[in-house]
């Protein structure tokens, strides 16, 4: 690098890559794509400036976000076209900000083992990182990140309360399909009612994608203070129900007219709602269940009937 201040800055492209952390071949595939402006040619080399270097740090940036290269090549056009970038890198810092107030942990080895009865089970330690539970620090072995605090929590007593581990990943497992299909459902919900109209240009223009960011902010916690009210509402039903049944009372607290909720697996219901849509799951589950029974009533209908004819004949 040359130059005497930042903004006479130059770089070749091994400078350039040692400085953004890209290789080479990384800085000339993004070049191709158009990605990078143009550097200044000077003899045989290439000269590039500050302005590569904050492009090249832009799109680790939003390549760790999870955007495509299609995506963020359309994004710096807009900014490099004048209609601002601002409040498009707001919106995605809204939505992959923190979507919780609780804070990761960290935890020994000693006292995860201590949590979980004394006895050491690197075939659970294996389970629990896989699913995310435990996440593993570089160069320490005997330690680990805990993203969710309480979700240990849940299973250390789950697992005091007499829960096998192994029961205990595979509710999470299943838990974790159906509370994404729901996720799903929510943010399709707010998109058609909310956000499309932010979103319709691409990318957004710059006050349209910070209105959005601003709506992100005010809509975050709706999705989870709708699922505490009916998870509590549901609760409350089931363990009165399964409480009715134990005791043996005659009567549940539910109606035997009323609609009663079945859980489906999660790949089942996405199936399903790829077919008919998200609208009509219930619908289709419900027409599906009807016409299984019809057809069983028939089959024993005629089974019935035609014994009856043996009967006969043998008489």
Known sequence: MTGAGAQAAEYRIEDLAHASGATV?????YQDRGLLPTPERRGRANVYRETHLARLRQIADLL???????????????????RGLGGVLGLVAEVHGPWTDEEADRI???ELDARFGGRQDDEAIAEAVELGVLERVPGR???FLVPSPQELAVAVELYGAGVPLPAISGHL???????????????EFTTE?????????????????????????????????TVDAELARAMRTFATRHLHHHLGAEKTAIADDAPRPVLLPARTTQAVQELVGAERV????????????????????????????????NT
């Open 282 to 313: 219930a619908d289709f589950v419900t027409a599906a269940t009807e016409r299984e029974l019809q057809a069983r009533t028939l089959d024993d209908l005629a089974t019935t009937h035609a014994k009856k004819g043996i009967v006969n004949e």
């Open 108 to 110: 020994s080895r000693r």
């Open 141 to 143: 072995d005997d330690e």
């Open 25 to 29: 071949r990384t800085i000339r595939a």
């Open 173 to 187: 497992r299943e838990l974790r399909g159906q509370v994404e299909h729901i996720a799903s459902r929510f943010l």
């Open 64 to 82: 760790d976000r999870g955007y495509t290269l299609a995506s963020i090549k359309e994004l710096l056009e807009a900014w490099d076209a004048g």
């Open 193 to 225: 009612h909310v956000f499309a109209r932010y979103l319709g240009h691409r990318p957004p223009t710059d006050s349209d994608a910070a209105e959005a960011a601003s709506l992100v902010r005010r809509l975050r916690p709706l999705a989870q203070q």
